[in-house]
């Protein structure tokens, strides 16, 4: 089972994902998915902060063209 510090930070990078999304003028998780060739369910959970992986978070990176350091920055 993940603490509660794990579960803190799984959210925090759900809502960075969240954030990019809307910041690149998305703002339905489903057009996101779509324009992407993404299920709207493994966006939804991603940004719900369960259910992604390292290559999750690279593929994510590479969408909105940053890093995954610059993805995952300010998150403890």
Known sequence: MAS?????RHKAIGNRIK???????????????IEHNLENKSVWRWEA???YRIDT??????IHGITVSELLKDIQ
């Open 19 to 33: 954030e990019l999304r809307i910041q690149a003028g998305y703002t339905s998780y489903t057009n996101f998915a």
């Open 4 to 8: 509660k510090k794990e579960i803190k």
């Open 49 to 51: 902060g369960v259910n």
């Open 57 to 62: 978070l690279c593929m994510i990176a590479e």
